[in-house]
């Protein structure tokens, strides 16, 4: 009964998380080989509305031209002020002059690579759009899922009377080997 | 199961690393943890360049599992050295006038330290032999991990496919991991 229950757990849970263990997977190995990604850049000029702030102006912008992204650091600059817009796969960094409303828009295009490459660092669950708070509930119920899939693809193991032995002797291995580096690197 | 069993740790560490994240575990400048300083003698050769004096500051502390260091000048034009490793940051600044190094060592947590391990990849630039063979693990378990998924979801499909839960699981978690996706491109 419990058995059956974990294996579908298992199951269900491995189903669920495929994607995700697979995007951390292959953007892990893009960054462990630094695999370059190169941007395809775009410049535009656009007119806003003039003597706005930062944010009243990325929502016009995000309204009448079709950006999107969560808003970054705001920096002076003569005239008016520069913010990009980060998203996953690029951002688009915006300089305004405040007096005439003309707006510089630079777009950085990452492709397929940059989206896996930012999905892996997002985390979190105070951002400033509700898509990025959503991601970062993913990846906590991913992290805990990991927990999970290792704890009931162990116990399965271990009512396998046939693979005990040699599933013993690959756990041991694991386990002598990791932690023994795990204390190496935190002495 | 095999590749299940000999990444089991790593499996876990991974988690852990979410957790972190998620938690947004402080890292050493927000812990509020005093950090460690000490002082030693040293004397930069009057003809070295700042990169052959960070060298020298390099073999003089030998920093446990850091690699090459940062050199920079900070405000007051002092060289500064920092050492990045698993367990934190070694600041070094040169006090030319004193004849000193003055260090500072900052610890993380155990937390950030699980962090930083399941980030150590084959291009760490440390030394010492346990960055280096930890860096290993991490790539042999980052392929274990893709033939896990992969494998797995094979096996779950093949054997258990007419289970109304099993097609549920696979809808929902692509569609909404695709979803995902062309949101936040």
């Known amino acids: ?76 600059v003569s005239g008016g002020y520069r913010f990009p817009l980060n998203r996953a796969g690029g951002a688009t960094q915006i300089t305004y002059d405040r007096s005439t409303g003309k707006t510089h828009l630079r777009a950085s295009d990452t492709g397929f690579w940059g989206v896996l490459n930012r999905l892996h660092h997002f985390h979190g669950l105070h951002n400033q759009t509700g898509v990025r708070n959503l991601w970062g509930w993913t990846v906590l119920f991913a992290s805990l899922g990991l927990f999970a899939l290792g704890g009931t693809g162990i116990f399965m193991w271990f009512k396998l009377y046939k693979e005990r032995t040699i599933g013993l002797v690959l756990l041991g291995a694991n386990l002598v080997v990791s932690v023994g580096l795990l204390i190496a690197l935190r002495m | ?104 060592t900052r610890r993380n947590s155990i937390w950030r330290f699980f962090d930083n391990a399941h980030a150590t990849t084959i291009q760490e630039t440390a030394s010492d032999w346990a960055p280096g063979a930890w860096a290993w693990y991490i790539e042999l378990s980052i392929w274990s991990l893709m033939l896990m998924a992969l494998t797995g979801v094979w096996l779950g499909l093949t054997t258990r496919w007419p289970f109304w839960w099993t097609k549920a699981s696979v809808v929902v978690g692509t569609v909404g991991f695709a979803i995902f996706y062309w949101v936040q491109k």
Request: charged share 15%; with cysteine.
């Open chain 1, 1 to 76: 009964m419990i058995f059956r229950f974990l294996r579908h757990m298992h199951l269900i849970l491995g189903l669920l998380l495929f994607w995700v263990v697979m995007m951390y997977a292959v953007s892990a190995v893009q960054m462990a080989h630094r695999i370059r990604i190169v941007p395809v850049v775009t410049e535009s000029d656009v007119m806003a509305t003039p003597g706005l702030d930062a944010r009243p102006l990325a929502n016009e912008l995000m309204e009448k031209n079709g950006i999107s992204g969560e808003m970054g650091n705001v920096t002076p």
């Open chain 2, 1 to 104: 199961m095999y590749t299940g069993l000999l990444n089991f740790t790593i499996l876990c560490v991974f988690g852990l690393a979410g957790l972190v994240a998620t938690a947004e575990a402080p890292d050493i400048f927000k812990a509020g943890t005093v950090p460690v300083v000490t002082t030693l003698p040293f004397r930069a050769p009057g003809s070295a360049s700042d990169q052959q004096v960070g060298e020298l500051i390099r073999e003089q502390l030998q920093t446990a599992h850091a690699g090459k260091p940062n050199i920079r000048r900070d405000a007051q034009h002092q060289l500064v050295a920092d050492f990045y490793s698993v367990n934190g940051l070694v600041r070094a600044t040169l006090l030319e006038g004193e004849g000193q190094l003055q260090v500072e």
